[in-house]
């Protein structure tokens, strides 16, 4: 059984900056942010995956604003947030897909992923 633990959340004002860390038992070959605004019914949007290479995908929304970084070694992902607006107000998820499909699909086939508990992130 996959385990994640994500950490970092909280409130803070619109232009702050917050980093999340999820630390995994499993490996982060492919790992990604997915994030559920209140009040939407919609699925968990992606916000930005990473696979084994190093490649990237970031929603549009966060692309210029958001990095994310893994290492490898700790089997730890993090998803860097600057420039936050009241828009990223959401429960982000960390997920990790041994499939590889969310990373080959710019985040949109979940079937295969793990996720942790998530951590509310709050822009004021």
């Known amino acids: 059984h996959v385990q994640l633990v994500e950490s970092g959340g909280g409130e803070v004002q619109a232009g702050g900056s917050l980093k999340l860390t999820c630390v995994t038992s499993?490996?982060?070959?492919?790992v990604g942010w997915f994030r559920h605004p209140p009040g939407k019914r919609e699925m968990r949007e992606a916000v930005a995956t990473i696979d084994t290479d190093g490649g990237t995908f970031y929603a549009a929304s966060v692309k210029g604003r958001f990095t994310i970084s893994k290492d490898n070694v700790k089997n730890t992902v993090f998803l860097q947030m600057n420039n936050l607006k009241p828009e990223d107000t959401a429960m982000y998820y960390c997920a990790v897909d041994p499939s590889f499909r969310f990373c080959s699909s710019r985040g949109k086939v979940l079937d295969d992923a793990h996720w942790g508990q998530g951590t509310q992130v709050t822009v004021s």
């Open positions: 499993s490996s982060v070959y492919c």
